[in-house]
């Protein structure tokens, strides 16, 4: 694993354009960082301090942190399609498994430099969260900072299952644009399945259920969206705006089961190609 995972990162390194953005997907995520110390006066009337919200307390700093680092997982995303294109326009795939490389190392090569990557962001991102939130937290009891901490597991799973979607899009079409414009295909082919479902059930949570179980939207739903929480934090009584946010085992199974799948599916592609 080792071995393999050492040639993939070497690759990366050596290709310029790789490493920036592999600097650049790490880097980004810190501005939750920034967004924590961001003040706005308000025409010298009052001063907004983000910090001083309570959006950074614990437990509730994981999930928020987790759900906005997430959004910056299209820079790794090009590295994951580039890396395959690359392979092709280079010969450098051709020229691996002359040397020795089989063709379902080379596919563990990729997925070991996606679980390498998708476990750094996680931990940094956990990190981040911890020391912000010994910053602004008003509880720092031991039991209270680890509660909910699934939500970087769940960072972690959404990360690994979407780069692998990158994978498979990437070995399918060769070309880093495609493989990436295949994204937003895929994300209308969803909606597409959510209105079909829409008029056989008749009813919207029919419909969404179904849509739950399609890859990018259950990447999605693994890490719900915290803004209905914070103001469920502010107005406890308004029961319209309540809803579950927590991170539930099956979809984290449900994306799991995705990302077994498209490294599959990535392994068949290559064992039938003609290169």
């Known amino acids: 694993m080792l071995r393999l995972l050492k040639l993939e990162l070497q690759k990366l390194w050596l290709n310029k354009t790789s490493r920036i953005l592999i600097i650049i997907s790490f880097i980004l995520p ?3 960082l920034v967004l924590s110390s961001i003040k706005i006066n308000f025409f010298g009337l009052f001063t907004l301090e983000l ?3 309570g959006i950074f307390n614990f437990p509730i700093i994981w999930h928020i ?3 906005f680092a997430s959004y910056f997982k299209f820079f790794f995303a090009i590295v994951v399609v580039s890396m395959i294109g690359n392979e092709y326009s280079n010969k450098t795939l051709k020229q691996n498994l002359i040397d020795g490389l089989s063709k379902k190392e080379f596919i563990l090569s990729k997925f070991y430099t996606i679980v390498f990557f998708s476990l750094c962001a996680t931990l940094l991102i956990g990190l981040a969260s911890f020391f912000i939130g010994l910053y602004y937290s008003s509880y720092t009891e031991a039991s209270i900072i680890i509660r909910e901490i699934e ?6 799973v959404k990360l690994v299952g979407f780069f692998s979607l990158c994978l498979f899009f990437g070995m399918l079409l060769k070309r880093s644009a495609f493989a990436l414009a295949f994204l937003f295909i895929l994300w209308l082919f969803e909606w597409l399945i959510f209105l079909g479902a829409y008029e ?3 009813n919207a949570d029919s419909a969404w259920k179904t849509k ?3 890859p990018l939207e259950s990447m999605y739903k693994l890490i ?4 209905r929480r914070i103001m469920m934090t502010k107005f406890p009584d308004n029961k319209d705006i309540m809803y579950d946010y927590a991170v539930h085992w099956y979809e984290i199974a449900i994306v799991m089961g995705w990302s077994a799948l498209f490294i599959f599916l990535s392994y068949r592609l290559l064992k039938k190609r003609d290169l």
């Open 51 to 53: 910090g001083e919200l």
């Open 65 to 67: 942190t987790t759900f």
């Open 30 to 32: 810190f501005t939750v």
């Open 224 to 227: 719900d969206e915290p803004g």
């Open 200 to 202: 056989a059930f008749g």
């Open 212 to 214: 739950n179980f399609l």
């Open 151 to 156: 939500f970087l597991l769940a960072y972690f």
